[in-house]
């Protein structure tokens, strides 16, 4: 349970109890309560516009969006993707019968490392399925070139990457679709859900059949679709979190800088500070110790015994879980940049009440100064 003075690695975003309550009133009116409700209808509508995307379907979490855009696709065989990521990425990808093939990181954004890609390719791979990691954009244009190239789909899980741009384009409009989660802990949140985004408007009525047990209309079924639909009062809390959104972010903004201002140019702290080509979310601050006079498990324990709770986020590796152990192909050796960082990265707490008092305190035990 949350005590007082802990800090949490993220804390989630809500409006007023008044905002929310206000929302969902006319919830108990109509009595719809799910299955594309007007609810759903406005979030995506509203979150067309804000993402600027042509096209999106709505989730019950960023998971089973995944899993329904690779069914939608009807990937086979071989999937290029990357082992830095949280479970869900790899999880969707093997749920469906496919087989990730893991292609190592740059050093220095944590993105697919590119020229490593082509070598993994052979004539059973359908997809690359990159992760913009901690809301860093992966190198898109090198990857779209590979796949026209092979003609592979890219699916981009696009999870920390709400509302990031890169040179001015919004992150769900690369590649063939862009997967979102809403989950509680991210920088919008529905609660749970998801979403997923696409360029192509054929790929968008077999996502809302597959979301809905793969009902056409009242008396055709023509896909084998599970549930994955969100509902009610998860677009509700959408809707009023996306008023916020932009002053969440500034909020953030304002602590992800406080952060980078203490710990840049430290001797054996690595950071990854967006370039000029992405404005930002904001969602995470990724500390990597790299022979820092600590290492990265010593900075968790300093900072856990003053009630601070710092996330190995990603950590272990997807490839090294106990679930995957004996696999063939599984073998994190042969993603050495991936195990390297994996083994000293460490997400700092980061939202937007963090408040920069909080985050110096953070600074000094790093860097043990009081
Ligand atoms: C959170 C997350 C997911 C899964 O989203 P849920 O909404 O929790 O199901 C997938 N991929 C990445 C990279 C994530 O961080």
Not at 92 to 100: N, Q, S
Not at 103 to 122: A, G, Q, R, W
Not at 191 to 205: C, D
Not at 339 to 358: C, E, F, N
């Given at each position: ?34 299955n594309m ?20 379907t709505?989730f019950?979490?960023?998971?089973l969006?995944?899993e329904t855009v690779f069914t939608a696709m009807n990937l ?20 469906c ?99 997923v985004?696409s360029?192509n408007s054929g790929l968008i009525p077999i996502l809302n059949r597959l979301k809905n047990f793969g009902i056409q209309d009242e008396e055709n079924v023509t896909h084998i679709g599970g549930n994955a639909k ?141």
């Amino acid at each position: 349970m949350e005590n007082n003075n802990a800090i949490y690695v993220t804390r989630s975003s809500i409006p007023s109890y008044e905002e929310y309550t206000e929302e969902i009133r006319d919830i108990w009116e109509s009595r719809w309560l799910t299955n594309m409700g007007s609810k759903h209808i406005r979030l995506e509508g509203d979150l067309k516009s804000y993402l600027q995307t042509p096209y999106i379907t709505l989730f019950a979490n960023g998971h089973l969006a995944l899993e329904t855009v690779f069914t939608a696709m009807n990937l086979t065989g071989e999937v290029i993707t990357t082992p830095f990521t949280f479970s869900s990425t790899t999880h969707a990808i093997v749920r469906c019968g496919l087989t990730p093939v893991f292609c190592d990181i740059n050093p220095d954004d944590y993105t697919i490392d590119v020229s490593k890609i082509e070598c993994l390719i052979t004539p059973k791979t359908s997809a690359i399925v990159p992760v913009h990691v901690y809301g860093n954009i992966c190198d898109v244009n090198s990857i779209q070139k590979i796949a026209d190239k092979y003609n592979l789909k890219v699916i981009y899980d696009a999870a920390h990457a709400f509302a990031v741009e890169y040179k001015g384009v919004s992150s769900a409009n690369f590649g063939d679709a862009s997967t979102f989660s809403f989950h509680a802990t991210k920088v919008f949140n529905t609660i749970e859900g998801g979403a997923v985004t696409s360029k192509n408007s054929g790929l968008i009525p077999i996502l809302n059949r597959l979301k809905n047990f793969g009902i056409q209309d009242e008396e055709n079924v023509t896909h084998i679709g599970g549930n994955a639909k969100m509902n009610e009062f998860q677009a509700a809390m959408g809707i009023c979190n996306l008023r916020h959104i932009d002053a969440e972010i500034a909020k953030r903004r304002v602590i992800f800088d406080r952060y980078a201002e203490r710990l840049c140019g430290i001797p054996g702290i690595k950071l990854s500070i967006p370039n000029g080509d992405i404005k930002s979310n904001y969602a995470y601050f990724p500390v990597v110790f790299d022979r820092y006079r600590y290492s990265r498990d010593e900075i968790v324990t300093k900072l856990r015994a003053e009630n601070i709770f710092a996330r190995k986020y990603f950590y272990p590796l997807v490839s090294d879980f106990e679930c995957y152990r004996d696999r063939a192909g599984f073998d994190s050796s042969k993603t050495p940049v991936a195990k390297y960082i994996a083994d000293s990265v460490l997400t700092l707490p980061l939202y937007g009440d963090l408040g920069a008092d909080q985050a110096d305190r953070i600074c000094d035990i790093i860097l043990e100064k009081d």
